[in-house]
């Protein structure tokens, strides 16, 4: 990566900047190298390190961070969600994050239809409150799961539904806003009362707002004619704001400045009409080009979106093993529109779409047409819109550049779209650069990842000259340099090709009024850096050989493992608070260190080596890792498939391999060896983990004092008759035979689980086999980062079963997290051993089992409600689940809760059980509380039933329990 420029400041400057900011705010102050390393980075190319961050508990916190920074002449940085793509999000500066606390929603006036919100507040967040009153907040970019006001403020962000709504900058009414001298006030349109009674406040703001005015009043004709004329202009501070047409309209000429003007406190927000009831339309082309020419012709239908796609997207998804059945859904072609309309009735909007579906046989390229009312495939349909472009970001061969932005975001007039692509995509492959192509083509927006090589002198030498030409092409057409994403750093250099020198010296002028020391995020939009410096991955990036016992792609050797660090493009879905599994510890702590990226981002730094000191000794970092419950969610959930857990084993192996571990990490990286064993003395056992005085010496160890433990069973299922029986019985088979994997926790807690699963699986006529000797999947072992262990126990399992495996018998396991050792760690330290591949085909749940071999099962007129374990989601999904409830009628359903929060052992460690206590009670339980009481609810999970015992007084059963009840 280039070089960031070091920080010109003082130590001692910044110091007493911190000690002073610690004794005069209630924010959270820090100046430490781990937070820092972590905001170094956003969704862009770009990385530089900040001088210290700032949460502020509140607004005063932030008009005093400004101060003081202000005082000691330290430049600063409103940042929201950090998911920006153009190196807006990050500098050397203070940065000053509003999203963890400052997320009020002070009033919604459903009559003036206006929202007034703190800058933290998130998108989805306002459109859940708005939708109460029959309103919505018109942009929803693709972020808006986690993206903040304050944020998109900043951006002038838009998203698929600007058809109908426009941008950010359309949907403002008034901004409080700060000054970096400290002045502070509220702006928005400004007639001439309100302008007197700006010059009558005196000071910087009468300066403020004069110079404003006679900064328009200058350049008025400039202003006019400079600007081009089309919806999805972004790139540029607004200054046709404030215009008299345009009502000088002070708060939308802010919208869009990049945080270099002013910091943002409040914003009265405009909602705006919610279509409730909406269709999709679906057009399937022959080529991305077809689907642009058609767009001008289907506009005047008044869709309230319209996205466009090619088949690079979809193909990087099927390739992924991504989508496939939401792929199915959609018609026939190699690119697609996705057009929606809304109604207040589903007739009015079915009415709508049809007059799609009706001129789809006159559209260019004739395209083949699905229209779709189910709300469910609707959904399942956009997330491929949403999810594609972050999951094909990810190169599926290490040794070629990646798909990254970098040119993403241009737009033009609707009606150039199709020749404008065209152009555009032949100017890619003269530069031999692939892309895909997707974007809001109602609006004439592009979106494109492209191979640049960034990691080579040559490569940013060709990604300049391609710049240049992209830039002078989108011009041409009159169009814009961003459509969406702002300008930054990545496209502040080439506004000089868009705007005439007029313009820029009045967007330089514009900057000097709010911001005449400079301090506001200096070096974005305007007076930017160069575009090829401050890069992530530059040319003095290397990857660095890291030794592992896992493999993680044969091509690299031991660097596999830097490969991995690369995975993390920033586009913070694992800061969203609803929907999937990933990331119970941000959503219990709103916390970017304990978020998946803010992780991912730790472990890059810490190889990268140079802000994280003691590498795999640093502290920071194992606090960060302590936290994450290893629910693999990341794996799956994130678009291109961190996996922190596996981060974490790594880290914790050598973070253990200088000292010792804690007697309480390595009980329970055993537990797998000694719980068998404690069953014969479970009453003592289960006396002590319930008196007083015990409990109070194992807080000494880490301990939790109020945990509930589970109970050992007087016998385990090995010690039981059934086992006996099976064992006694092997080789006289009855039947079609499958082994019943024996896990460690059904057998010493619950071994009543175990001897439900044979009697399922003898009643749907199969014999039952065991191993003939317990050993453990060693699911514990990578949570404490023991592997070397885990690997021994990995192979004692695989010449155990090698017989069994070369039977090709099925392994029916009824642990979850069993499962996903063999799916997921095995596959990674076995990589060759075609014991370990068998194996991994032949594993499998008892609902995929069932599922799989197409079994019968009564049909039953009963509700049940099934929660699914992080590691079933994660390593084999809930299409078990559905197909069992759909044989037992269909009424029973999938429950949409993630992680329940207790993670094995993570609920009972002092550390961590508050943050379990967290998720229990406030992500898990809610989804509970709308079960109904008559319903039975069914938790795999071990762990997940603990927790639906204690947070609900609910009595769950296994599926196996379930099944063996109905059965009989």
Same mark, same amino acid.
């Given at each position: 990566?280039?070089?960031?420029?070091?920080?010109?400041f003082?130590l001692n400057?910044?110091?007493n900047? $911190?000690?002073?900011?610690?004794?005069? +705010? @209630?924010?959270?102050?820090?100046f430490?190298?781990?937070?820092?390393?972590?905001?170094?980075?956003?969704? !862009?190319?770009y990385?530089? &390190?900040?001088?210290?961050i700032?949460?502020p508990?509140?607004?005063?916190?932030?008009?005093?961070?400004v101060?003081?920074?202000?005082?000691a002449?330290?430049p600063?940085?409103?940042r929201g969600?950090g998911? !920006?793509?153009?190196?807006?999000?990050v500098?050397a500066?203070?940065v000053i994050?509003a999203?963890?606390?400052?997320?009020?929603?002070?009033?919604?006036?459903?009559a003036?239809?206006?929202?007034?919100?703190e800058?933290?507040?998130?998108?989805?967040?306002?459109k859940?409150e708005a939708?109460?009153?029959?309103l919505?907040f018109g942009?929803?970019?693709?972020?808006?799961?986690?993206?903040?006001?304050g944020?998109?403020?900043?951006n002038?962000s838009?998203?698929?539904?600007?058809?109908?709504a426009g941008?950010?900058v359309?949907?403002?009414?008034?901004?409080e806003?700060?000054?970096?001298?400290?002045e502070?006030?509220w702006v928005?349109?400004?007639?001439?009362?309100?302008?007197q009674?700006?010059?009558?406040?005196?000071?910087?703001?009468?300066?403020?707002?004069r110079?404003?005015?006679?900064?328009v009043?200058?350049?008025?004709?400039q202003i006019?004619?400079g600007?081009?004329k089309?919806?999805?202009r972004?790139?540029?501070?607004?200054l046709?704001?404030?215009?008299?047409?345009?009502?000088f309209?002070?708060?939308?000429?802010?919208?869009g400045?990049?945080?270099?003007?002013?910091?943002?406190?409040?914003?009265?927000?405009i909602?705006?009409k919610?279509p409730?009831h909406?269709?999709?339309?679906?057009?399937?082309y022959?080529?991305?080009?077809?689907a642009?020419? %058609?767009?001008?012709q289907?506009l005047?239908?008044n869709?309230?979106a319209?996205?466009?796609?090619?088949?690079?997207?979809?193909?990087?998804l099927?390739?992924?093993?991504?989508?496939?059945a939401?792929?199915e859904?959609l018609?026939?072609?190699?690119?697609?529109?996705m057009?929606?309309?809304?109604?207040?009735?589903?007739?009015?909007a079915?009415?709508?779409?049809q007059?799609?579906?009706?001129i789809?046989?006159?559209l260019p390229g004739? =395209?083949?047409?699905?229209?779709?009312?189910d709300a469910g &495939?609707?959904?399942?349909i956009?997330?491929i819109r949403?999810?594609?472009?972050?999951a094909?970001?990810?190169?599926l061969?290490?040794?070629e550049?990646?798909?990254v932005?970098?040119?993403?975001?241009a737009?033009?007039e609707p009606?150039h779209?199709?020749?404008?692509?065209?152009?555009?995509?032949?100017?890619?492959?003269?530069?031999?650069?692939?892309?895909?192509?997707?974007?809001?083509?109602?609006?004439?927006?592009?979106?494109s990842?492209?191979?640049?090589?960034l990691?080579?002198?040559?490569g940013l030498?060709?990604?300049?000259? *391609?710049?240049?030409e992209?830039?002078h092409?989108?011009?041409?057409?009159?169009?814009?340099?961003?459509?969406e994403?702002?300008?930054?750093?990545?496209?502040g250099e080439y506004l000089?090709?868009?705007?005439?020198?007029?313009i820029?010296n009045?967007?330089?002028?514009?900057?000097?009024i709010?911001?005449?020391?400079n301090?506001?995020n200096?070096?974005?939009?305007?007076?930017?850096?160069?575009v090829?410096a401050?890069?992530?991955?530059?040319?003095?990036?290397?990857?660095?050989?890291? =030794?592992?016992?896992?493999?993680?792609?044969?091509r690299?050797?031991?660097?596999?493992?830097?490969?991995?660090?690369?995975?993390c493009?920033g586009?913070g879905k694992?800061?969203?608070?609803?929907?999937?599994t990933?990331?119970p510890?941000?959503?219990?702590?709103r916390?970017?260190?304990?978020?998946?990226?803010?992780?991912?981002?730790? *472990?890059?730094?810490?190889?990268?080596?140079d802000?994280i000191?003691d590498?795999?000794?640093?502290?920071?970092?194992?606090?960060?890792?302590?936290?994450c419950?290893s629910? #693999?969610?990341?794996?799956?959930d994130?678009?291109?498939n961190?996996n922190?857990?596996?981060y974490?084993?790594?880290?914790?192996?050598?973070?253990?391999?200088?000292?010792?571990?804690?007697?309480?990490?390595?009980?329970?990286? $055993?537990?797998?060896?000694?719980?068998?064993?404690?069953?014969?003395? %479970?009453?003592?056992?289960?006396?002590?983990?319930?008196?007083?005085?015990v409990?109070?010496?194992g807080?000494?160890f880490?301990?939790?004092?109020?945990?509930? *433990?589970?109970?050992?069973?007087a016998?385990?299922f090995?010690?039981g008759?059934?086992?006996?029986?099976?064992?006694?019985n092997?080789?006289?088979?009855?039947?079609?035979?499958?082994?019943?994997?024996?896990?460690s *926790?059904?057998?010493g807690?619950t071994p009543k689980v175990?001897?439900?699963?044979?009697?399922v699986?003898?009643?749907?006529?199969f014999?039952v086999?065991?191993?003939?000797?317990h050993v453990?999947?060693?699911r514990?072992?990578?949570d404490?980062?023991?592997i070397?262990q885990?690997? !021994?126990?990995l /192979?004692?399992i695989?010449?155990?079963?090698?017989?069994?495996?070369? /039977?090709?018998l099925?392994?029916?396991v009824?642990?979850?997290s069993?499962? @996903?050792?063999?799916?997921?760690?095995?596959?990674?330290?076995?990589?060759?051993?075609?014991?370990a591949k068998k194996?991994?085909?032949s594993?499998? +749940?008892?609902?995929e089992?069932?599922k799989?071999?197409g079994?019968?099962?009564p049909?039953?007129?009963?509700?049940?409600?099934?929660?699914?374990h992080?590691?079933q989601?994660s390593?084999?999904?809930?299409?078990g689940?559905?197909g069992?409830?759909e044989k037992?009628?269909g009424?029973?359903?999938?429950?949409?809760a993630?992680?329940?929060?207790?993670?094995?052992?993570?609920a009972?460690?002092s550390?961590?059980?508050p943050?379990?206590?967290i998720i229990?009670?406030?992500?898990?339980?809610?989804?509970?509380? #709308?079960?109904?009481?008559?319903?039975t609810?069914?938790?795999?999970?071990?762990?997940?039933?603990g927790?639906?015992r204690?947070?609900?007084?609910?009595?769950?059963?296994h599926?196996?329990e379930?099944?063996? #009840?109905i059965l009989?």
């Open positions: 990566m280039t070089k960031n420029n070091p920080i010109p003082d400057l910044l110091l900047l $911190r000690s002073k900011l610690e004794a005069q +705010t @209630s924010a959270e102050v820090r430490d190298a781990a937070t820092r390393a972590i905001y170094a980075s956003e969704a !862009s190319n990385r530089q &390190l900040p001088i210290g700032v949460i508990r509140n607004v005063d916190d932030i008009v005093t961070t101060r003081l920074c202000m005082e002449g330290i600063i940085l409103p969600a998911t !920006s793509m153009c190196g807006q999000a500098n500066a203070v994050d999203s963890k606390y400052l997320h009020a929603i002070h009033e919604i006036d459903p003036r239809r206006l929202a007034r919100v800058p933290g507040v998130i998108c989805d967040q306002l859940g939708a109460k009153v029959g919505t942009p929803d970019p693709a972020t808006h799961s986690r993206c903040t006001l944020g998109m403020i900043g002038n838009c998203g698929a539904h600007s058809v109908m941008k950010t359309e949907n403002v009414e008034r901004l806003i700060l000054t970096y001298d400290g502070r006030f928005g349109p400004t007639d001439e009362a309100t302008y009674e700006h010059i009558k406040a005196g000071g910087r703001r009468a300066e403020i707002v110079g404003l005015k006679q900064l009043d200058r350049n008025e004709e006019r004619e600007f081009p089309l919806k999805r972004v790139s540029g501070y607004n046709d704001q404030l215009l008299p047409e345009n009502g309209n002070i708060a939308r000429a802010l919208v400045v990049e945080g270099t003007c002013v910091t943002v406190l409040q914003a009265e927000t909602l705006v919610n409730t909406r269709v999709l339309v679906v057009l399937g022959e080529d991305i080009y077809y642009a020419d %058609s767009v001008p289907l005047p239908l869709p309230i319209m996205e466009g796609l090619d088949d690079g997207i979809i193909d990087g099927k390739v992924r093993g991504m989508k496939l939401d792929i859904e018609p026939a072609g190699n690119a697609w529109l057009i929606e309309f809304g109604a207040l009735s589903t007739e009015e079915v009415a709508f779409a007059n799609a579906v009706a789809a046989p006159q004739r =395209p083949s047409v699905r229209l779709v009312t &495939l609707m959904n399942r956009w997330t949403e999810t594609g472009a972050s094909t970001s990810l190169g061969d290490p040794n550049p990646d798909p932005v970098g040119w993403e975001d737009a033009v009606e779209l199709g020749k404008y692509l065209r152009e555009f995509k032949a100017l890619v492959s003269s530069y031999g650069y692939k892309t895909n192509l997707y974007g809001h083509f109602g609006d004439g927006c592009i979106h990842r492209i191979t640049f090589d990691k080579s002198q040559d030498d060709n990604w300049r000259a *391609f710049l240049d992209a830039a092409l989108v011009v041409r057409y009159g169009g814009s340099l961003s459509g994403h702002g300008d930054g750093q990545a496209k000089r090709i868009m705007y005439s020198d007029e820029m009045a967007f330089a002028e514009f900057k000097a709010w911001d005449p020391l301090k506001m200096p070096g974005k939009l305007i007076h930017a850096m160069p090829d401050n890069l992530r991955l530059g040319p003095d990036y290397e990857r660095r050989d890291i =030794p592992s016992q896992f493999t993680y792609d044969a690299l050797g031991d660097k596999g493992l830097a490969r991995e660090t690369e995975r493009i586009m694992c800061r969203s608070l609803d929907g999937g990933m990331c510890s941000f959503r219990a702590t916390e970017e260190k304990y978020s998946t990226r803010g992780r991912a981002r730790l *472990f890059f730094e810490l190889l990268k080596g802000v000191e590498a795999w000794q640093n502290e920071e970092v194992k606090d960060s890792l302590d936290l419950l629910c #693999k969610g990341c794996k799956t994130c678009p291109t961190v922190i857990a596996r974490k084993t790594e880290f914790l192996n050598r973070y253990y391999s200088e000292k010792r571990r804690p007697l309480m990490d390595a009980m329970i990286g $055993r537990i797998g060896e000694w719980l068998p064993h404690a069953t014969k003395l %479970s009453p003592v056992l289960n006396y002590a983990m319930g008196n007083p005085l409990r109070t010496a807080a000494y880490g301990l939790a004092r109020e945990a509930k *433990f589970p109970k050992i069973a016998k385990s090995r010690s008759a059934t086992a006996k029986r099976i064992l006694k092997e080789g006289s088979s009855a039947g079609t035979e499958v082994l019943l994997w024996v896990d *926790f059904n057998n807690f175990l001897e439900a699963g044979v009697t699986l003898e009643a749907l006529g014999t086999k065991l191993m003939k000797r453990c999947c060693g514990p072992y990578y404490v980062g023991m070397d885990a690997k !021994s126990n /192979e004692q695989l010449d155990q079963l090698e017989p069994v495996l070369d /039977e090709g099925p392994v029916i009824l642990e979850p069993c499962l @996903s050792v063999f799916r997921d760690e095995m596959p990674g330290l076995f990589p060759t051993d075609q014991r194996l991994e085909k594993i499998m +749940t008892l609902s089992f069932i799989g071999r079994l019968e099962l049909s039953i007129d009963e509700d049940i409600r099934i929660h699914g992080c590691h989601k390593c084999g999904g809930m299409g689940e559905q069992v409830l037992l009628g009424k029973g359903r999938v429950i949409a993630g992680c329940c929060g207790v993670a094995g052992a993570y009972y460690h550390k961590t059980a943050i379990a206590k229990g009670e406030k992500e898990f339980k809610p989804h509970l509380d #709308k079960i109904p009481q008559e319903a609810v069914v938790a795999d999970g071990f762990s997940c039933r927790q639906i204690s947070v609900s007084g609910r009595e769950p059963l599926l196996a379930y099944l063996a #009840k009989g």
